[in-house]
């Protein structure tokens, strides 16, 4: 069964700094994976996606991540934080043939000035 | 374009009562989805329609029913509310089930 693991519950960066959010996935096959951002009391959005091809992926905000296949991870990275990221951080991995989603159980990101 | 949305914003229910959750997307998306998401928890997929007419069980259905009668609504059920079932309802659709979901913007549910 598909699986999504976030291993870091909460992280404080400073404003500036980089960012590195870890998704660990569980697939047997070739995934689909996503990373969705919620701010407080909104829906999620879709930061990026990768379905196949290059394995770093641009997004929005700044946002990238990259897919290695040897590590079943799918990180988050941004070079440099401002404080409007802070937010809830969702991966997401969905089967080729399936028609689920499962999320992770989300990263909480506070960003201090 | 509103995409989806989703009412009530929120509601206080009593336990035992009945309540629909309302879910209207106008993308002419296949597929819909119903989440709750509970602290700590994350989002956990209660259920799916693949298209109009079709429906399937998700991780945690129970106590929950849907109804796929066309393609734009996809209304969420409890028939007879627990306080188990406070949480907040995300609606989603795709246009394929592997696609990107795209999400309401969430019904804060309080059963007391």
Redesign the interface.
């Known amino acids: 069964a598909q699986s999504v693991t976030q291993p870091d519950i909460h992280i404080t960066v400073s404003e500036g700094a980089s960012l590195e959010l870890r998704c660990n996935y569980s697939y047997g096959a070739t995934p689909y994976l996503f990373w969705y951002v919620q701010s407080p009391g909104q829906g999620l959005q879709l930061l990026l996606k990768y379905f196949s091809g290059d394995t770093l992926v641009q997004g929005i905000k700044g946002f990238e991540a990259e897919f290695k296949r040897s590590q079943s991870s799918f990180n988050l990275r941004k070079p440099s934080v401002h404080w409007s990221d802070a937010a809830e951080y969702f991966c997401a991995v969905a089967a080729y043939t399936g028609n689920q989603f499962y999320f992770g159980t989300g990263t909480s990101l506070t960003v201090i000035p | 374009t509103a995409g989806?949305t989703q009412a009530p914003t929120s509601q206080i229910l009593a336990a035992g009562r009945s309540m629909t959750l309302r879910c209207t997307q106008d993308m002419r998306h296949n597929?819909m989805?119903w989440?709750r998401q509970d602290l700590?928890?994350?989002?956990?997929?209660i259920h799916?329609s693949?298209t109009a007419g079709t429906t399937?069980k998700?991780e945690v259905p129970d106590g929950y029913s849907v109804s796929r009668a066309n393609t734009d609504d996809f209304p969420l059920t409890l028939a007879s509310a627990v306080p188990s079932q406070t949480s907040v309802y995300?609606c989603?659709s795709s246009d394929r089930?592997?696609?990107?979901?795209?999400?309401?913007?969430?019904t804060r549910l309080t059963v007391l």
């Open positions: 989806i597929a989805y989440y700590g928890l994350g989002l956990r997929l799916y693949n399937g998700g995300f989603a089930g592997q696609n990107e979901q795209f999400f309401g913007p969430g």
